[in-house]
């Protein structure tokens, strides 16, 4: 079932828990489920460069001339209260075990979302920083769609992020789920210092750990982001970091010009 996003995703499904900063749940226990991992394709002669290939849990990924095509089905790979009285209950359901005590479920279930993510290969700075949108800004290398630092309308997180499950994310009201912040499951699995997935602009994201040290907003500039060598890229690369605290993982727009996405 192909669901189409919008981009006033929550409306009137989440409640607000006013001006509340919850402690996000940081310490939960990844719990691998069945996912569907497809090998790269590659069109004409084109390999999917290997920093690609971490991305999994796709339904095709190959490149198309200066840009990776990566189709998703937003379906997230691990566990969820929000994958309750849906088809997938039997095997990924699980009952919220976070440490978030003003943690509230808002009243979504997690549904198929088809996006085609197309993403530069090159990525290079921007003339103009675009903003980023509500919806979709990026994919996780679980295939969840990245969302940045706002809820509907435009309004902080602070009530919104209460409905955060144990990994840290959560459905819109059409059943499409995603990451505003970290993703535990990725950083409890991959590692905090870890490649998380690439924002549209097609600049990499990371954990909030760098070098050993804990990344805060004060180490990055205002697109959430810096230039350093990491294991993926140790000439160096722009990358984006997810943070503690607001924005989170992205700031005030795209580093560099986004590609697009479209279901």
Do not use: R
Not at 211 to 217: F, L, Q, V
Not at 233 to 244: A, D, E, K, R, V
């Amino acid at each position: 079932m192909k669901i189409k996003p919008s981009h006033l995703v929550y409306g009137l499904s989440v409640l607000f828990i006013g001006a509340i900063s919850c402690k996000k749940d940081s310490n939960v226990t990844a719990t691998t489920t069945s996912t569907t991992t497809t090998t790269a394709k590659t069109t004409g002669t084109a390999p999917v460069p290997d920093v690609y290939k971490k991305i999994y849990n796709t339904t095709d990924m190959y490149v198309d001339g200066n840009y990776l095509v990566i189709k998703v089905t937003s379906l997230p790979d691990h566990k969820s209260p929000y994958y309750k009285n849906t088809q997938w209950a039997s095997t990924k359901y699980e009952a919220y075990n976070g440490t978030n005590p003003l943690w509230n479920q808002n009243p979504n279930t997690i549904a198929e979302s088809d996006l085609t993510f197309k993403i530069p290969l090159n990525p290079t700075v921007a003339t103009t920083h675009s903003a980023t949108p509500l919806g979709p800004m990026g994919v996780a290398i679980n295939g969840v769609p990245i969302f940045n630092q706002y809820a509907a309308g435009g309004v902080p997180l602070t009530g919104e992020i209460n409905s955060f499950d144990q990994y840290n994310g959560h459905p819109q009201q059409q059943g499409q789920y995603h990451y505003h912040a970290e993703p535990y499951y990725l950083t409890t699995t991959k590692g905090k210092d870890a490649l998380l997935g690439f924002l549209l602009d097609g600049f990499p994201v990371y954990g909030p750990v760098e070098n050993g040290k804990i990344i805060t907003n004060a180490d990055l500039d205002a697109y959430h982001g810096h230039t350093t060598a990491t294991a993926d890229y140790p000439n160096g690369i722009y990358h984006y970091h997810t943070t503690t605290t607001d924005p989170y993982i992205n700031g005030n727009g795209f580093y560099g010009t986004p590609g697009t996405v479209s279901q």
